[in-house]
């Protein structure tokens, strides 16, 4: 047995099983592993320093889920996009494809909470072969995201077999990995496993890392595995109250992602999913955060803020107020909150009508 399926298999599943170490009364949290539940990892277990800091908050379960009456199980309205289970086809050119139900950690924040670990996931051969199927019917999609779950969690045969299959289909033009894996469990980025993904390029990895204190030696040589075999990583933040909802800790991790060869590509404002709105935070709150970030550290570490639309309707993009006002004269405010003009021309068919009233009156 390989070093990660160890780790994997040696789990805590079972609030009780943290009493000793830690103090905690752990007999509220039984009811609520056993609604949403629980795996943390000897690896990402080593992690946490104290009950209730930020990696205990993201792995650990916590009463306050099961007295959420405010956020619904699926607010993407993910089932009523999906043509064939499993398979999400919300964009024109894109579709992300879910492969494995299963995770190296179960995130308390996650917005597939309905349906990882459990048994309503089923994901079957079959259910891989209906995807790969619609992939192959619709043309016009180009970038395929295989998602979960963990994908990086099937086998690495399992693994080839799927990539093999998506770049059978001429169609496809990227194939992207979203994954948990170099955060929670990085011990599974083998030397095997990456002979196995770069076979498939162009393939991006995009990883999930929320607060510094993820990125360790092992975590940092997993991404430097995947990098050095010309994988592009990005990652997605999600902000989280009690994990990194203040501007210095975010910019650390946005820094640390840097220096680790990772680009930080999205920080989402946390979606409403049943179970977890004790982790949203405001709005105001992340567009303070994105501010703090923009020109006060490297453009490379300043990805976009989003929120993921409630409804389905995609990923929507947010900025703090840079743009004062619109027109002949464009005035900016910097990140200093300092302003600027400048100074617009006219759109090419606004010139051009000018021209012509300057020729109808010579
Ligand atoms: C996030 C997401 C994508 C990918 O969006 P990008 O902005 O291209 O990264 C595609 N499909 C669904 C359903 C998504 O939620
Ligand atoms: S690894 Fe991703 S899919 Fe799995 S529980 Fe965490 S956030 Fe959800």
């Not at 709005?283 to 020109?295: C, D, M, P, Q």
Request: glycine letters at 6%; a neutral charge.
């Amino acid at each position: 047995m390989e070093t990660w399926q160890k780790l994997l298999q040696a789990s805590i599943t079972r609030p009780a099983d943290l009493t000793r170490r830690f103090g905690i009364d752990s007999r509220p949290l039984e009811e609520v592993a056993e609604r949403y539940p629980m795996r943390v990892n000897p690896y990402y277990l080593s992690l946490i320093k104290s009950a209730g800091d930020p990696i205990w908050r993201q792995a650990v379960p916590s009463a306050e889920e099961l007295t959420d009456f405010t956020c619904p199980e699926d607010p993407l309205e993910e089932e009523n996009q999906s043509p064939v289970p499993n398979l999400v086809h919300r964009y024109p050119d894109r579709v992300l494809f879910l492969v494995c139900s299963e995770c190296a950690m179960y995130c308390r924040f996650c917005t597939r909470k309905r349906k990882v670990g459990g048994e309503e996931m089923a994901i079957t051969r079959t259910s891989i072969e209906e995807g790969l199927a619609y992939i192959r019917s619709r043309p016009e999609i180009r970038d395929v995201i295989l998602s979960g779950g963990d994908p990086l969690l099937l086998s690495d045969e399992r693994l080839e077999e799927i990539l093999k299959a998506l770049r059978a289909i001429p169609t496809v033009e990227i194939i992207r990995i979203g994954t948990r894996i170099p955060v929670v469990l990085p011990q599974r980025i083998t030397p095997a496993l990456v002979r196995v993904l770069r076979r498939h390029h162009p393939l991006y990895i995009n990883t999930h890392f929320n607060h510094p204190d993820e990125i360790t030696e092992s975590s940092s040589r997993a991404c430097a595995r995947l990098a050095d075999a010309g994988i592009p990583l990005g990652n997605q933040t999600v902000l989280l109250r009690g994990v990194n909802d203040d501007p210095s800790t975010m910019k650390r991790l946005m820094q640390k992602l840097l220096a680790i060869r990772v680009k930080p590509y999205y920080i989402y404002q946390a979606d409403m999913v049943k179970g977890t709105d004790h982790f949203r935070t405001s709005v105001e709150e992340g567009l303070e955060i994105v501010r703090a970030l923009r020109g006060h550290t490297s453009g490379m570490a300043s990805p976009a803020y989003v929120i993921d639309a409630p409804g389905g309707g995609g990923k929507i993009p947010l900025l703090p107020d840079y743009l004062q006002n619109l027109g002949e004269n464009v005035v900016l405010k910097n990140y200093l909150g300092e302003s600027y003009t400048y100074r617009n021309p006219p759109r090419p068919a606004e010139a051009e009508e000018s021209r012509r009233v300057v020729n109808a009156h010579p």
